[in-house]
C-alpha cells in the first residue's frame, strides 16, 4: 500500500459526497482502504474491532485484508465512525459505494464477503441479517458469507447468511460458548455455518500467527469459495 501510495496511486477511497462531509465534518476520515488483489476478483470487506470506540485497523483489518489481496481477492478495510449507530451506516453506505463502483474498482461484487473482529463482527453479523437497507441505502444483495472472529453476539433471526467464527477459550470479552451456541442455532434455521474454537487463545489474536488458529484464515476463505 505504500508503494501504491508513493506511486501516487490512490489507496484510501472516501464514501460519502462531498456535500455530506461538508455537513457532518466526521464523515471526512470515513471510507476504505484498497488492497488490490486480481482485476474483476471477487470482493471481501473487512470491519476492525475497537468497542466503538476507536477502529483497530492496523492489528484487526489491515493484515485481513493484505492476506486476502495476496489470496488474489480484492479487499477493503473500512474506517468507519466509532459509535455503533454510524458504523452501521458506514458499512452500508460502503457496500453501496462498492456496488456502484464495481466497474471502475474493477472488483466482482457477487459473491462478497464481510469479514470482522470483536465490534467489527457485530457490524458484520447486523450488515448480513438486515441488509443495508435498514441502515438507511438502498437495497443491494446480501454478502454470500460472514466471517466473524471473537464477537459475543446471540441473537438470531433465521434471516443469517453463511457464517463463519472463530474464537479461543480464554476470551474475556466473547464467551466461545455464546458465540458456538449461535453458530449451532443458526445451522438449526437451516443455514450453514461453522465455528473454529481454539484452545488457550484470548480475544483479539487477528491472523493467529505463531498460535493454533495460524491457518484460521485460510479455512474461511476455503468456506467463502466453497459457497460461490
Request: aromatic residues 12%; proline residues 3%.
Amino acid at each position: 500500500m505504500k508503494e501504491e501510495s508513493d506511486r501516487k496511486e490512490q489507496v484510501f477511497y472516501p464514501i460519502y459526497t462531498e456535500d455530506e462531509m461538508n455537513s457532518d465534518p466526521d464523515k471526512r476520515n470515513v471510507g476504505l482502504f484498497f488492497f488490490k488483489g486480481e482485476e474483476n476478483a471477487k470482493t471481501a470487506i473487512i470491519n476492525a474491532g475497537g468497542g466503538f470506540m476507536y477502529v483497530g485497523a492496523m492489528v484487526d483489518s489491515f493484515p485481513h485484508a493484505l492476506a486476502l489481496s495476496e489470496m488474489g481477492y480484492n479487499a477493503f478495510a473500512l474506517i468507519y465512525r466509532s459509535d455503533a449507530d454510524s458504523a452501521m451506516e458506514d458499512l452500508a453506505r460502503a457496500v453501496a459505494y462498492l456496488h456502484d463502483n464495481a466497474n471502475d474498482l474493477k472488483i466482482d461484487m457477487t459473491d462478497y464477503s464481510v469479514w470482522g473482529g470483536s465490534a467489527g463482527g457485530r457490524m458484520t453479523a447486523w450488515i448480513s441479517t438486515y441488509g443495508i437497507e435498514s441502515f438507511g441505502e438502498k437495497a443491494y444483495p446480501k454478502p454470500s458469507v460472514a466471517i466473524i472472529e471473537y464477537t459475543g453476539l446471540s441473537e438470531v433471526t433465521g434471516d443469517e447468511v453463511l457464517t463463519y467464527s472463530v474464537v479461543g477459550t480464554r476470551d474475556g470479552i466473547a464467551d466461545y460458548r455464546v458465540m458456538e451456541d449461535r453458530i449451532n442455532r443458526i445451522k438449526e434455521s437451516g443455514t450453514d455455518a461453522e465455528i473454529e474454537i481454539f484452545e488457550g487463545l484470548p480475544h483479539g489474536f487477528g491472523l493467529g500467527i505463531g498460535t493454533v488458529a495460524e491457518d484460521w484464515i485460510n479455512n474461511a476463505v476455503k468456506f467463502w469459495e466453497d459457497h460461490m
